[in-house]
């Protein structure tokens, strides 16, 4: 079963290095969190899921670990992140943190050890052939930089060389089953990680390419969740409380592995890539996109709906607004979609994650790559507080920040929207403060669809309630027998009478019934 705190919880994903900068390096820091703490819990959201905030080179933002226990000078220290932990509990917010199990960076000590010509304890701690020549079975190899005569496999970028779990079914001598004592030792090196954190006072981990751990043929990955159910039963045992979540972007596979929530991730194959944009061609199709001339819930939900029938019983399906690798919404919508596309995330079952910034419209900027992110950079600028220098962000020199904040004279900022009651800010405060009152637009309350025609509004029940949406510039009216609608909450006009419910232009609506 999942963690039970999860029932009512609403994540805010913190960039570290992009959110707020204390001591003027340019660059975010953990007291920079610690400092917006009130504004967090300002918008309804009691989780934490902060990006890896450890010792790295840097090659990838952070997911090249080089010390899994030790926080990035740049982000603080260790002490800084357990005073973290404990303010944010007195404040209700739980915090999870990234945890990266299925590589380390290449300067990792573990690898240091494990690239030398002398075997020793890690020289299985990574997969490596038995040739300098040889490669490996179609998995990404690099050869030539270390003194081992092998070549090793990796999981992502070149300096991120995969962690060695076995194989589910061994066809190389230098492929290890599962159950080898040295795939074994990884796992029980992850655990350890897992339990110096916990026992720290962190609440769980997002879990980054939680899918990846056995390579080669892992059938329907059989073998790889069979590792985390065995990390599963430890937590179970030992910190019963903790949750995780699953880069996976699977649920039905990542939620019977023992993973509490999955992502709906902004892949071709789960619908989340039709809400929030769907170009065909030139032509945007996505959702919510006020003047998409082929707008069909149907590709969202058909997917959605397969998951949620199948895994409500196990856990949950996490959608979010976007994250550090995709497009920020705003790309896309403007702020009237923006609201209605939040309003249906917002209401809908599963625990959402709220990307910092989305919610006053920041904007995907193009920039030149940084620490590996390419396209992504663009969605991982520092947040936008006010008008002050650098727009709150930090007080160091424009030209030491991490990455520039939006030069634009119109950037979003918090300060600007902060006392206007239609701002996209407050709208999402509204709305996650209606989920929070409302137990039947909590994760676990019934979803059932009940009108998804084209040329509908999508009509949707959650417990008691009934909700509609209707992103296109025209009223629609769908004709129902569920009786008398009262609204508790709506964006536009929304006129429900004893048997049928007309949305107006770009509206959202929630009903109780009598
Ligand atoms: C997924 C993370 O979200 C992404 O940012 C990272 O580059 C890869 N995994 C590799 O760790």
Redesign the pocket.
Known sequence: MPASWLKDTVFYEIYPQSFRDTNGDGIGDINGILEKLDYIKSLGCNALWI?PCFDSPFK??G??VRDYKKVAPRYGTNDDLYRLFGEAHRKGIRVLL?L?P??TSEEHPWFVESGRAEPNAYSNRYIWTDHWLMGAGGLNYVAGECERDGTYIL???KC?PALNYGFREPREPWQLPTDHPDALATREAIKDVMRFWLGHGCDGFRV??ANSLVKGDDDKKSATSAIWLDIRAMLDREFPDAAMVA?WSNPPQALRAGFDMDFCLNNPDTGYSTLMRDYYGDVDNGYFKKDAPDRDIRRFLDIYQRWYEDTRALGYISLLTC???TPRPRCDLDEAELKLAYAFLFTMPGVPFLYYGDEIGMRYLKLPTKE?GYT?TGSRTPMQWDNTQNLGFSGGDADSLYLPVDPAADAPTVAAQQDDPDSLLNTVRALLALRHAEGDLQADAPFEALCTEKGKPFVYRRGGLTLAVNPSGEALTWKHSLGALTPVYRLGEAIADGDSLTMGPQSFAVFRKG
């Open positions: 990006n990838d933002a997911y090249d990234d990266v299925g590589h999981n992502f970028f991120q980054d390419m880069e994250n550090h690798d590996g992504r």
